[in-house]
């Protein structure tokens, strides 16, 4: 049975930063790309970062410079450092993966910037 827990949200202040962790069950996951998405009040789920299984990263343009995503094989977890958090990264993350054709996602962490 495929689980992706996401961990790590929370409130913080403008400026500040937080670490959100994806761990992953049953994938291999050293051999899979994994995803962070997120969804704000109101509007549509989106691209964060994505990692692949070689550790290629891709950023949406209003992260790039802010988040790092990161993958730790040995731990079957996938990382999200987000820095310089802004009002506007409020919303809802998401971890993603692929296995066997189907897409999994998990249940989702609160990031809360105040301003």
């Known amino acids: 049975q495929v689980q992706l827990v996401e961990s790590g949200g929370g409130l913080v202040q403008a400026g500040g930063s937080l670490r959100l962790s994806c761990a992953a069950s049953?994938?291999?996951?050293?051999?899979?790309?994994m995803g962070w998405y997120r969804q704000a009040p109101g509007k549509q789920r989106e691209l964060v970062a994505t990692?692949?299984?070689?550790?290629?990263?891709n950023y949406a343009d209003s992260v790039k410079g802010r988040f790092t995503i990161s993958r730790d094989n040995a731990k079957n977890t996938v990382y999200l450092q987000m820095n310089s958090l802004k009002p506007e990264d409020v919303a809802v993350y998401y971890c993603r993966t692929t296995w066997e054709y189907r897409d999994y996602w998990g249940l989702g962490t609160q990031v809360t910037v105040s301003s």
């Open positions: 049953g994938i291999m996951f050293r051999g899979v790309a």
């Open positions: 990692i692949t299984s070689s550790g290629r990263t």
